[in-house]
């Protein structure tokens, strides 16, 4: 007798394992309930329709009803919520949207895949105006898009700083509004260390949005919002993008398990605590492999796994459940950038024992043209050396370089392993040591107690307190900016001056990337000096470091000039 499968949520994780037991199974009836119009949209890329990047929404519909069925015979029904789940009966009740109708269906197995809704907090005066929006599906998307061209709109304000708000901020202001984006946290990203997080605030504030941090939304006024620090910002249309909740009311109500963090439970094969039940997606709880706990992914790719796991168990096909490490990537103005792992801020607060390098060498043959920076960021666990995780920020092929790091990862591989891996070369695609090499090799040498480095963060302190600073570019680069009490003694000049390099006391030595001032440390560690440090970031990564909080705070600077060159 052919299987009766009905699957709760039409977009990427039920729409794929719909799919897939089409695959597996010509014979089995599969009907796919979405209580939205559009069953299979696209919604990693609803942003891009407010800059016209996607010009028609209708585009971000990936599939429609009709094609499902002649294509792959499934019964797609649209504007069709589940409203709930009779488990003694096996059967699940759907509200007809467009009629207000409601019948019954059953299910020889079910697969729930309901997605996370955007949180809209109950308690901030003005939260419920019609200018207020979120962003999770296409009528979402179409209504904001409409409401700030019809309007006329002048002045948005975008409230949250991770994926979503970040996106939307970014294809607002790419369409000409003026844009203010509000974060809560001391930075917008959070899988981005502060440190790393600070090279994308430059890039949204030097192409015209109001970055504003540590602050929160206080009130929606007319025209305007209000923040917890008591900013007043013009914003005749606001879009709340603060995070988004497991949608789990119907799970709840039908028995099923929630977990620890008030997503769906479910075991290694997506089932829930009913054997004929299974979840996937942004409504489930996963296992960090790193954090050896479960937690919370709105991510397509793992609800991609997820689906095509679920189908599989099904149909007796076993599969493996690596849980998941969190790799994620952005397009930002002109910038890419991604992360992949633990981030150090998240290592530290788990109890790892790690360390991290920053390194920023070019994406590709610096003769070639479009070669430009690539900042990296590579954590790793003490004394082991196995990788944990690593950010990437630049203009170039930023998600290669992270994906490689994730594959790592997933194989639990270590400094060592990393350093050896054999990657592609080509002058116009890349280096003959890559980044991820150069990254490993920097990193060995931190481990083994060859090298030390200060971060980013410490410089200032070191400024301020008159440290032994040594500026080890050539002169015009140091005319051009430097730190305030910088010793400017250049690579090919030290080595006739190291009676001016003292012995007694800390050394500190950059250049404009950290290349120069790493030979420099070497060199006079063989020469005897035994207290000479490389500062993390050298002066480019940390004038990027610096800027932001200087623009905001109107702080003294440590340079005499900011230098992004």
Avoid: W
Avoid at 435 to 448: G, M, Y
């Amino acid at each position: 007798m052919a299987k009766r499968i009905l699957v709760v949520g039409g977009v990427a994780g039920g729409a794929s394992a719909a799919a897939r037991v089409r695959r597996l199974d010509e014979h089995a009836e599969v009907i796919i309930f979405e209580k939205g119009p559009h069953v299979s949209f696209s919604n990693c890329s609803l942003p891009y329709h407010l800059s016209g990047i996607v010009e028609n929404s209708d585009s971000l519909v990936l599939m429609n009803p009709d094609i499902f069925k002649n294509r792959y015979n499934i019964d797609a029904r649209v504007n069709s919520e589940v409203v709930k789940i009779n488990r003694g009966e096996k059967t699940i009740t759907v509200n007809d949207v467009v009629t207000g109708k409601t019948y019954e269906e059953s299910y020889d197995k079910l697969i729930l895949s309901p997605g996370a809704s955007p949180i809209r907090p109950g308690n901030i005066e003005g939260i419920n105006q019609p200018n207020v929006f979120t962003v999770r599906n296409v009528v979402d998307i179409e209504k904001l898009n409409a409401y700030v061209k019809n309007k006329n709109i002048k002045d948005v304000a975008v409230i949250g700083g991770g994926y979503i708000g970040v996106e939307v901020a970014e294809n607002l202001r790419l369409a000409n509004y003026n844009v203010s984006l509000v974060e809560f946290a001391n930075q917008i990203m959070a899988p981005f260390d502060y440190d790393m997080a600070q090279i994308l605030h430059k890039e949204m504030v030097d192409h015209g949005v109001n970055l504003i941090v540590d602050d929160g939304l206080a009130t929606i006024g007319e025209g305007y919002i209000e923040t917890q620090s008591g900013k007043k910002i013009d914003a005749q249309a606001v879009v709340l993008a603060i995070g988004v909740r497991p949608e789990t009311k119907l799970a709840e109500e039908a028995g099923l398990e929630i977990g620890d963090t008030g997503a769906i439970k479910v075991d290694g094969n997506y089932v829930t605590n009913d054997k004929d039940i299974y979840a996937g997606g942004d409504a489930i709880e996963v296992y960090h492999r790193l954090l050896h706990k479960p937690t919370r992914l709105a991510l397509a790719g793992p609800a991609q796994k997820q689906a095509r796991a679920v189908a599989d168990h099904i149909y007796g096909i076993p599969s493996r459940n690596l849980g998941v490490i969190g790799s994620s990537s952005i397009h930002l103005f002109d910038l890419n950038a991604a992360s992949t792992g633990l981030n150090a801020r998240t290592a530290d607060s788990a109890g790892f024992s790690y360390d991290s390098v920053y390194i920023m060498p070019g994406d590709k043959v610096g003769l070639m043209p479009n070669s430009n920076v690539l900042h990296f960021k590579l954590v790793y666990e003490t004394p082991t050396g196995r990788i944990l995780g690593a950010q990437a920020i630049g203009k170039g092929n930023v998600d290669k370089r992270i994906d490689v790091i994730a594959t790592m990862i997933t194989m639990n591989g270590t400094l060592e392993d990393l350093k050896d891996v054999e990657l592609t070369y080509s002058p116009m695609l890349g280096t003959a040591k890559d980044v991820v090499n150069h990254a490993a090799l920097v990193a060995l040498n931190q481990l083994s107690g060859k090298y030390r480095e200060v971060k980013v963060s410490e410089v200032r302190d070191l400024v301020e307190n008159n440290a032994f600073i040594i500026d080890a570019r050539e002169k015009n680069e140091y005319a051009a900016g430097h730190f305030k009490n910088a010793v400017h003694i250049p690579l090919s000049e030290f080595r006739e001056r190291l009676d001016e390099i003292p012995t007694d006391q800390p050394v500190y030595i950059h250049c404009r990337s950290g290349q120069r001032s790493y030979n420099m440390v070497m060199a006079l560690q063989n020469l005897g000096y035994n207290n000479v440090f490389n500062m993390s970031g050298s002066y480019l990564g940390i004038n990027l470091y610096e800027y932001f909080n200087d623009l905001i705070t109107g702080r003294e600077k440590i340079v005499t000039e900011y230098n992004f060159k």
